[in-house]
């Protein structure tokens, strides 16, 4: 993150994260500027070949076992940033039942401590369902609720348009630092804009 911001924060551990994404999201009026930057750095912290691998070796022929597969490990692997989660089954949008493809975050830590709908939507949904989808060749949709902090991440299931997703449709949080920053703009910048 420091490599990608340019600059470094004297907090430590959580909060030094915190910091780093509230600076990066400060970093340009444009979300898809933010977006792409916080892509380069998920593609960041994996070998460069093993997304493609994963890809052609799972995603393709055995998207659910794939799915399955990042559920697992998500909610294994990233409790420490995002709190409590667990594997659970999901209803796609034709009805069915993706069985164990979905990880409840119960209460994002990463929503709370920042406090902006906008690092949200641009410095976690949207460039994570990206680096799945165009990295990793595996659908993600992730549903953040503004109300209750929590968000559902629905492996194999490829994201609404922006325009259709309500996460985009969010007033600021009160306490929003963005919208202090933006001199109390109506909405977060770049959630309705996308």
Same mark, same amino acid.
Request: net charge negative; charged share 20%; proline share 7%.
């Given at each position: 993150?420091?490599?990608?911001?340019?600059?470094?924060?004297?907090?430590?551990?959580?909060? !030094?994260? +915190?910091?780093?994404? $509230?600076?990066?999201?400060? &970093?340009?009026?444009?979300?898809?500027?933010?977006? %792409? /930057?916080?892509?380069?750095?998920?593609?960041?912290?994996?070998?460069?070949?093993?997304?493609?691998?994963?890809?052609?070796?799972?995603?393709?022929?055995?998207?659910?076992?794939?799915?399955?597969?990042? !559920?697992? +490990?998500?909610?294994? $692997?990233?409790?420490?940033? &995002?709190?409590?989660?667990?594997?659970?089954?999901? %209803? /796609?949008?034709d009805g069915s039942i993706a069985r164990g493809q979905g990880v409840l975050v119960e209460r994002c830590r990463y929503l709370?401590?920042?406090?902006?709908?906008?690092?949200?939507?641009?410095?976690?949904?949207?460039?994570?369902?990206?680096?799945?989808?165009?990295?990793?060749?595996?659908?993600?949709?992730?549903?953040?609720?503004?109300?209750?902090?929590?968000?559902?991440?629905?492996?194999?299931?490829?994201?609404?348009?922006?325009?259709?997703?309500?996460?985009?449709?969010?007033?600021?949080?009160?306490?929003?630092?963005?919208?202090?920053?933006?001199?109390?703009?109506?909405?977060?910048?770049?959630?309705?804009?996308?």
């Amino acid at each position: 993150m420091v490599a990608s911001i340019g600059t470094d924060t004297d907090a430590e551990g959580y909060d !030094a994260i +915190v910091n780093l994404t $509230t600076s990066l999201n400060g &970093m340009s009026d444009q979300p898809r500027d933010t977006q %792409e /930057r916080t892509r380069l750095i998920l593609q960041s912290l994996f070998p460069a070949w093993l997304p493609p691998a994963f890809k052609v070796m799972f995603s393709r022929p055995l998207p659910q076992l794939s799915c399955r597969l990042n !559920a697992w +490990v998500t909610m294994m $692997t990233c409790q420490w940033l &995002m709190g409590p989660c667990k594997v659970n089954d999901f %209803e /796609r949008e034709d009805g069915s039942i993706a069985r164990g493809q979905g990880v409840l975050v119960e209460r994002c830590r990463y929503l709370e401590e920042t406090g902006c709908a906008s690092v949200c939507l641009n410095s976690c949904k949207v460039p994570t369902q990206d680096f799945f989808g165009k990295d990793m060749g595996l659908p993600l949709t992730m549903a953040p609720n503004y109300e209750d902090f929590s968000c559902q991440f629905s492996f194999g299931m490829a994201p609404r348009l922006q325009a259709q997703d309500d996460a985009f449709q969010t007033p600021c949080f009160l306490q929003c630092p963005s919208k202090r920053r933006h001199n109390a703009a109506q909405k977060c910048p770049g959630a309705s804009t996308l």
